[in-house]
């Protein structure tokens, strides 16, 4: 007969941050200073999709010295480094994995063997589209699926974000769909920094995400590096994480809770906002918006401000991230008025379609 094939492939979506997370207390184990909360969006637009395989055929798997990962991102090989943050996932996973092996002595041993694991983006990598957040997500997702690390087995979607967690901060996120917190927890070992879900996508099918991409190419100052200098520097960032994020979680969470748009929108267009002031407030400075990113803000507070005065409530609501792309959520009866305006007042830019919310899981499995 010929060798059992162990294999897997997930796809994850990226998630767009309402409330941003931005500093780390621990940057081995990537823990927060302060909380965050996130929409995942859609499977359909913007995701990674990861395969795995155990390689069970190489002539000696008895000693686990010998297993040596490989890694494929669109079709390039990146070197797994010892002690780096995909290596420390994985060695994470296998050890969940022993632990349920050593329980139950009739599953195969899948960790005596090493993983071939390759992954792709549909969209560009690393141009402040949270591809990070998808990659890992789904490089989390296809392993626990192969590992059969799952609810019935004692391993929740909460404890796969902590893994998650360690391979990129935000990644933990997009392990469940819909809206979802990442509590920063107050442990040292990082075991309560997990994310939950808030609610569902289901919960509120009629908020849309419109990707603007102001510019495709790589960010200037990687997230972690911008991070790290801004916790070093930033007297604002105390401010924000003491006096701010706390209470905005609060508000937003029951925003989304009672499907509040103009709350949610106020919430998120500040917390954007804070969030590069609080890159500027960093030394030396991080600029992450352009030109074009702020005429959008000048654009989406003047619509906001003739809907509101017209009795009709806010119309859109931007967030950006560590790049010039803005987000704009909007409700699906404006979606086709928004979309109309910007490309009034942008006619020189060219627009994807409008990425919307679905009610699917963050992590599908699709064997
Ligand atoms: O997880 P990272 O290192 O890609 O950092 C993400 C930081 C922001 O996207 C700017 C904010 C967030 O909460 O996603």
């Not at 005065?309 to 010039?324: E, I, M, N, S, V």
Request: aromatic share 6%; charged share 20%.
């Amino acid at each position: 007969a010929s060798d059992p094939v162990y294999e897997a492939t997930c796809t994850a979506p990226v998630n767009i941050a309402v409330v941003k997370y931005w500093g780390k207390r621990d940057t081995t184990l990537i823990l927060p200073t302060n909380s965050s909360l996130s929409v995942t969006l859609s499977q359909d637009h913007l995701r990674s999709l990861t395969s795995a395989r155990c390689i069970t055929t190489t002539s000696n798997n008895s000693n686990a010295n010998a297993v040596a990962d490989r890694l494929w991102l669109n079709g390039h090989e990146e070197e797994i480094q010892q002690g780096g943050r995909t290596h420390r996932c994985l060695a994470e996973l296998r050890q969940m994995r022993k632990d349920l092996e050593s329980r139950d002595s009739s599953l195969p041993k899948l960790t005596d063997f090493a993983l071939h694991i390759a992954s792709e983006n549909n969209f560009p990598t690393a141009a402040g589209l949270a591809s990070s957040a998808s990659g890992l997500s789904a490089l989390i997702a296809t392993i626990s699926t192969l590992y059969a690390l799952l609810p019935e087995n004692g391993v929740s979607v909460s404890d796969l974000s902590r893994v998650a967690r360690q391979g990129s901060g935000s990644a933990c996120r997009s392990m469940f769909g819909g809206y979802v917190a990442w509590d920063m927890g107050t442990r040292d070992d990082g075991h309560d920094s997990v994310a939950v879900e808030v609610a569902p996508a289901s919960h509120w099918p009629d908020l849309h995400a419109l990707i603007l991409v102001v510019s495709d190419k790589k960010k200037g100052t990687p997230s972690t590096a911008g991070m790290q200098r801004t916790v070093a520097t930033s007297d604002l960032l105390k401010h924000r994480i003491d006096h701010v994020v706390p209470a905005r979680m609060d508000r937003i969470s029951t925003a989304i809770r009672n499907r509040d748009f103009d709350q949610f929108a106020i919430e998120t267009m500040a917390d954007s906002n804070q969030f590069h002031a609080v890159c500027l407030d960093t030394q030396p400075p991080i600029f992450y918006l352009n030109d074009v990113s702020r005429a959008v803000i000048q654009l989406v507070a003047e619509l906001n401000r003739a809907s509101v005065d017209a009795g009709k409530g806010y119309l859109a609501a931007y967030t950006y991230d560590a790049g010039p792309n803005a987000v704009l959520y909007v409700r699906e009866r404006d979606v086709k008025l928004v979309l109309e305006l910007v490309l009034r007042y942008f006619p020189q830019q060219t627009f994807d379609d409008p990425f919307h919310l679905g009610p699917e899981p963050a992590a599908a499995s699709s064997f």
